[in-house]
């Protein structure tokens, strides 16, 4: 079956910190990858990814994606009180040959809280 | 141009009773997908509608169904509630199929 491991799945920084958060898949053949924030409720869109060592970027953060090793990995850098959430990957599986469109696989997320 | 709306914010139940959650996806997309979210078990996919049809569904047992309306608007609805069926329901929507989901705030569900 699919699965998305992410690790840690929790962590505790200082403001100024850099963070890394990983994620490791097994789906076999996936279209993209996603990464989301979620604070209170609705989870929010940061990245996706779909080509294997290509950088996005946004403000402090960045993500990239490892096709061969399956992984993904997501950086914070000069970490703020207002990055504390939970950090969700989720992988899409390739559309079905019925044109339906699999479902998204996330992991359980990593709790990121960032102290003053 | 306004986000995922999820109605209602909260939910009480008790166990046997249903339960319908609404959710109205952002202006012009047509792919509208459920989640449940639970401590133990994380984010898991329930089903997704595009243009009134279901295209996919999760491994969950057949009291949860759902439905699309012609404007997109969709609906879930879970019969003979459970305790375990307590949880945050979030709605996603995208564009077509395939497309970058946005998340709606959800409906906190409690089964007493």
């Known amino acids: 079956e699919d699965k998305v491991v992410q690790s840690p799945l929790s962590l505790v920084v200082h403001e100024g910190d850099t963070v890394t958060l990983n994620c490791s898949y097994e789906v076999t053949n996936f279209r993209s990858l996603l990464w989301y924030k979620q604070e209170k409720k609705a989870p929010t869109f940061l990245f996706m990814l779909t080509s294997s060592g290509i950088e996005k970027k946004s403000g402090r953060l960045s993500s990239i994606l490892d096709k061969k090793e399956l992984f993904s990995i997501l950086n914070i850098t000069a970490t703020q009180t207002g990055d504390s959430a939970v950090y969700l990957c989720?992988?899409?599986?390739?559309?079905?040959?019925?044109?339906?469109?699999?479902?998204?696989?996330f992991g359980k997320g990593t709790k990121l809280t960032v102290n003053p | 141009k306004a986000g995922v709306t999820q109605t209602p914010r909260y939910l009480i139940k008790t166990r046997g009773q249903q339960v319908t959650l609404s959710c109205s996806p952002i202006?012009?997309?047509?792919?509208v997908s459920w989640y449940q979210q639970t401590p133990g078990q994380g984010l898991q996919f329930l089903f997704e509608y595009f243009s009134e049809t279901q295209r996919n569904k999760g491994n969950f047992p057949g009291r949860f169904s759902g439905r699309q309306f012609s404007n997109s608007r969709s609906e879930m609805n879970v019969s003979t509630l459970e305790l375990g069926d307590s949880a945050l329901y979030l709605c996603?929507?995208?564009?077509?199929?395939?497309?970058?989901?946005?998340f709606g705030a959800g409906t906190r569900l409690s089964v007493l």
């Open positions: 989720a992988v899409e599986p390739v559309v079905s040959s019925n044109g339906g469109s699999e479902k998204l696989v």
């Open positions: 202006s012009g997309h047509r792919s």
């Open positions: 996603a929507s995208s564009l077509y199929q395939g497309n970058i989901q946005y």
